[in-house]
């Protein structure tokens, strides 16, 4: 089956540095690509999302980019803030399997 | 408009016994999932149904037993706590098979004695 592989699992940076996460999977024929943030004691949130038909996407301080032949996708993002101190999870996904499987978490912490 | 409804938000079982553990969406949506999410390891998939009627096992199904009787509602057992299953436990629905963003519940927090 589907395995995914996220890194770092934890990540410091200070305000207004830029912060990157990322995944790797197995499945070739996974075509969709959702990121979720996880705020202490909440539930997951979906962030952005990319299908495998686009390299890039990109919102506001948050984008999104997938290289499917190297089979790996990246969250990044910009002029990072405290609030964006989270637990982000990447999660892959086909219409074959109609499932999503997720990465084990990366915890990012923004200091001011 | 409630989204996706768990309950109960909190338990505390005794090793051996059984609960049921309930997801309530609003949104018609077709599939919905049960997710179990313990430190480390993200959220690990425990069964789905894509529809009323269907069930399949995801990734860590052994112990768990689930029910969809109605499209809104996806029913996730355990027969027999085991200390093992101590985990935040999440139900999701989506719109689309596979390619869809999941709207999660709230969670369920579950501690196994």
């Known amino acids: 089956g589907e395995n995914v592989e996220q890194h770092p699992s934890t990540l410091s940076v200070q305000e207004g540095d830029s912060a990157v996460i990322k995944c790797t999977y197995s499945d070739s024929a996974s075509n969709y690509f959702p990121w979720y943030k996880q705020e202490l004691g909440k539930r997951p949130q979906l962030i952005i999302d990319?299908?495998?038909?686009?390299g890039e996407k990109k919102d506001q301080r948050i984008a999104v980019t997938l290289n499917k032949t190297a089979k790996h996708f990246s969250l990044h993002i910009t002029e990072t803030q405290p609030e964006d101190s989270a637990v982000y999870f990447c999660?892959?996904?086909?219409?074959?399997?109609?499932?999503?499987?997720f990465g084990q978490g990366t915890t990012l912490q923004v200091k001011p | 408009n409630a989204g996706v409804t768990q309950t109960p938000k909190f338990r505390v079982l005794k090793t051996g016994q059984s609960m049921t553990l309930l997801c309530a969406q609003d949104m018609n949506h077709e599939y919905m999932y049960w997710y179990r999410q313990d430190p480390g390891m993200g959220l690990r998939l425990i069964h789905y149904s894509v529809g009323e009627g269907t069930t399949a096992k995801g990734e860590v199904p052994d112990g768990y037993n689930v029910s969809r009787l109605k499209k809104q509602n996806f029913l996730l057992g355990l027969e027999s706590a085991a200390p093992s299953q101590t985990s935040v436990y999440f139900c999701?629905?989506?719109?689309?098979?596979?390619?869809?963003?999941?709207?999660f519940g709230s969670g369920t927090r579950l501690t196994v004695v």
């Open positions: 990319i299908r495998s038909n686009v």
């Open positions: 999660a892959v996904g086909s219409s074959n399997t109609g499932k999503l499987i």
């Open positions: 999701a629905s989506s719109y689309r098979l596979g390619d869809y963003g999941y709207t």
